[in-house]
């Protein structure tokens, strides 16, 4: 249950690939609330999460381009 890792690298990659599982089902959430509900509220929320979906996904992109450029030396 528990996770161990060897440095904060380790725990950043963990953390960011939790906030991404975290967004992703919020926004089928809100896809599934946006389908039956009477108003539009939902869709600015979704926006919201797809924006945080993003910068989680330039996060990770960015510590793998580092990772890879700290390797190559």
Do not use: W
């Not at 509900?37 to 797809?50: C, H, I, L, M, V």
């Amino acid at each position: 249950m528990f996770e161990h890792f060897n440095n904060a690298e380790e725990t950043f990659s963990y953390k960011l690939g939790i906030e991404l599982t975290t967004e992703d089902d919020a926004l089928e959430r809100l896809e599934d609330m946006e389908k039956t509900a009477a108003f539009r509220e939902p869709k600015s929320t979704a926006d919201e999460t797809n924006e945080s979906v993003v910068e989680v996904i330039v996060c990770a992109g960015a510590l793998t381009q580092e990772n890879a450029a700290s390797k190559n030396f």
